[in-house]
């Protein structure tokens, strides 16, 4: 199986504040990469796919970058709604695998 | 416009099955490539795949609930179903169903449905 490790697993930002969280794959997933962002009693979201390609009506504040085993998500500008648990997962194989989360908080 | 809604039961017995309904609007399970897949999240823990089937019945488990697990599809009535043998507490989750296509990510998901394991 291929174990997805996210860092960190929470962050502390304020409204404004760039945030980076880190996702690695224990082995070499090309860029079958996808970030989602779960809020509690809400349909999951898909935010980027392909390591970089930004989901269709999510905000360009949202960017995605990385192949092979690092990759990393970047809110530009967090927005008061960016306040979620965010999760990678790979798409190389099977077991697809997620990531442990990283918790974006005030 | 996709939707997937979960339905089910919202608590089950130490050891019972599980039962599990997603259905889904908006796309076909007939259609090449697309697939539909259940994740869980037990309460305050991460993401975890379960299953997924395609629209040609190829069926995929997570290797360590494979004996455990079984999803079916009826193209028919648009539903997915997943069933969970000998459940047990630490089973607690909220169990989404989610859309995907070839080899994609998943890209829609239902709100999820909570299951309680307790006696």
């Known amino acids: 199986d291929i174990q997805m490790t996210q860092s960190p697993s929470s962050v502390s930002a304020s409204v404004g504040d760039r945030v980076t969280i880190t996702c690695r794959a224990s082995q070499g997933i090309s860029s079958w990469l996808a970030w989602y962002?779960?809020?509690?009693?809400?349909?999951?979201?898909?935010?980027?796919?392909?390591?970089?390609?930004?989901?269709?009506?999510?905000?360009?504040?949202f960017s995605g970058s990385g192949s092979g085993t690092d990759f990393t998500l970047t809110?530009?500008?967090l927005q008061p709604e960016d306040f979620a648990t965010y999760y990678c997962q790979q798409a190389k194989s099977f077991p697809l695998t997620f990531g442990g989360g990283t918790k974006v908080e005030i | 416009q996709i939707t997937l809604k979960e339905s089910g039961p919202t608590l089950v017995k130490p050891t019972q099955t599980l039962t599990l309904t997603?259905?889904?609007?908006?796309?076909?399970?007939?259609t090449s490539g697309v697939g539909v897949g259940w994740i869980r999240q037990p309460p305050g823990k991460a993401l975890e795949w379960l299953a997924l089937i395609y629209w040609d019945d190829d069926k995929r488990y997570s290797p360590s609930l494979k004996s455990r697990l079984t999803i079916t599809k009826d193209t028919s009535k648009n539903q997915v179903v997943l069933t969970m043998t000998n459940m047990d507490p630490v089973d607690t989750a909220t169990f989404y169903c989610a859309h995907m296509r070839g080899s994609g990510p998943f890209d829609y998901w239902g709100q999820g449905t909570l299951v309680t394991v307790s006696s």
């Open chain 1, 37 to 61: 962002q779960v809020k509690p009693g809400k349909a999951p979201k898909l935010l980027i796919h392909a390591a970089a390609s930004l989901q269709s009506g999510v905000p360009s504040r």
């Open chain 2, 22 to 30: 997603c259905a889904f609007s908006g796309f076909s399970l007939l």
């Open chain 1, 75 to 77: 809110i530009s500008s």
